[in-house]
């Protein structure tokens, strides 16, 4: 049985909760939260904590707050030579104080409060300072994922990086069209069935074989009339940069 604390109570750390929770190889003895009630739906006051001198020594303690709290958070631990290990895709395990042993256990998702999720799909990306820690992570983060990925902080900023491009930039576009739909009164549902194909795609196709649309094809007539429906200034300028990114991508195949 893996003996675990959760330091947060925002978003990356209300799921990792109820993940835990529902392991039968971890026990999560505490969670640190500075307002108790934003996670006493989840786990039992008595296991809640809002000073971190009250924190019980564990074999790894989680930090899941804000990439800016991090280094702050892991000095005002209250012990030495304990495994601890944060949950950011962008900052280094150096980024940890160094009176604890450190590491690494960041999952590969979006996470909202309001939306559950197959954490068992979730790809768990690991670091460690030394083997025997690197391989107690692997048996935690197995106790709840099918995914395990032995990953450097280098690569792990390359991989945030890319998923800000696929999902952060990709649900602005989203964004985008509702606003465009809405201002024509048009339903954003009806693009739905198109978002769940383009995402379906990239499951059997390569994103360079999935694409699609006027700037693949190089029809500029359908490109100009496009930019000439548009009357937001700030909309246009992402049409053109995206639409010369593809085609620019295009010539170097």
């Given at each position: 049985m893996i003996r675990l604390s959760i330091i947060g109570s925002g978003n990356v750390a209300q799921h990792l909760i109820q993940a835990f929770s529902k392991s039968t190889e971890t026990e999560l003895v505490q969670v640190f939260a500075r307002n108790p009630e934003s996670v006493s739906h989840l786990v039992s006051l008595d296991r809640i904590v809002s000073d971190l001198n009250e924190l019980k020594p564990v074999d790894i303690n989680i930090i899941a707050v804000t990439d800016n709290a991090i280094a702050s958070v892991s000095e005002q631990i209250p012990f030495e030579n304990h495994l601890v290990v944060h949950t950011s895709g962008s900052l280094a395990m150096e980024a940890l104080d160094s009176k604890n042993r450190k590491g690494v256990f960041y999952p590969v998702q979006t996470f909202s409060k309001s939306k559950e999720v197959d954490f068992e799909s979730i790809p768990i990306c690991l670091e460690a300072a030394n083997d025997a820690d690197f391989q107690k992570l692997v048996n935690l983060?197995?106790?709840?994922?099918?995914?395990?990925?032995?990953?450097?902080?280098?690569?792990?900023?390359?991989?945030?990086?890319?998923?800000?491009?696929?999902?952060?930039?990709?649900?602005?576009?989203?964004?985008?069209?509702?606003?465009?739909?809405?201002?024509?009164?048009?339903?954003?549902?009806?693009?739905?069935?198109?978002?769940?194909?383009?995402?379906?795609?990239?499951?059997?196709?390569?994103?360079?074989?999935?694409?699609?649309?006027?700037?693949?094809?190089?029809?500029?007539?359908?490109?100009?009339?496009?930019?000439?429906?548009?009357?937001?200034?700030?909309?246009?300028?992402?049409?053109?940069?995206?639409?010369?990114?593809?085609?620019?991508?295009?010539?170097?195949?």
């Open positions: 983060a197995k106790a709840v994922s099918h995914s395990i990925n032995n990953v450097s902080s280098e690569q792990r900023k390359a991989l945030h990086i890319a998923a800000v491009f696929v999902s952060n930039f990709t649900n602005h576009m989203y964004q985008i069209g509702d606003e465009i739909c809405d201002k024509n009164g048009l339903s954003f549902d009806i693009l739905k069935p198109l978002i769940q194909e383009t995402a379906n795609k990239i499951l059997t196709l390569s994103p360079t074989e999935a694409q699609t649309g006027p700037a693949k094809r190089k029809d500029t007539q359908t490109i100009n009339a496009h930019l000439n429906f548009l009357t937001d200034d700030h909309q246009k300028e992402i049409y053109k940069m995206l639409t010369k990114s593809i085609i620019d991508n295009g010539k170097k195949l």
